[in-house]
């Protein structure tokens, strides 16, 4: 059976935050000043925050069964 597009959402929200997380360790990894350690602490932190509300509510589907 097909995924739901709210579901496919939620998965695509994952990877992205996925990918955030892991700019952000390699951009801090070659950073050259303050400034991008901020940036790339701030993008760590907004990834690690989506994954976490992402998590929650693909859970949140999977206990209604709407999760495919």
Same mark, same amino acid.
């Given at each position: 059976?097909?995924?739901?597009?709210?579901?496919?959402?939620i998965?695509?929200t %994952?990877?992205?935050?996925?990918?955030?997380?892991? @700019? $952000?360790?390699?951009?801090?990894? /070659?950073?050259?000043d303050? +400034?991008?350690?901020?940036?790339?602490?701030?993008? %760590?932190?907004?990834?690690?925050?989506?994954?976490? @509300? $992402?998590?929650?509510?693909?859970? /949140?589907?999977?206990?209604? +069964?709407?999760?495919?």
């Amino acid at each position: 059976m097909l995924k739901k597009e709210c579901d496919i959402n939620i998965e695509k929200t %994952l990877e992205l935050a996925d990918e955030m997380i892991f @700019l $952000a360790r390699q951009g801090d990894e /070659a950073r050259e000043d303050s +400034g991008c350690g901020v940036l790339y602490g701030t993008l %760590l932190d907004s990834g690690f925050k989506l994954k976490q @509300l $992402a998590l929650k509510e693909k859970q /949140a589907h999977i206990d209604k +069964g709407w999760w495919k």
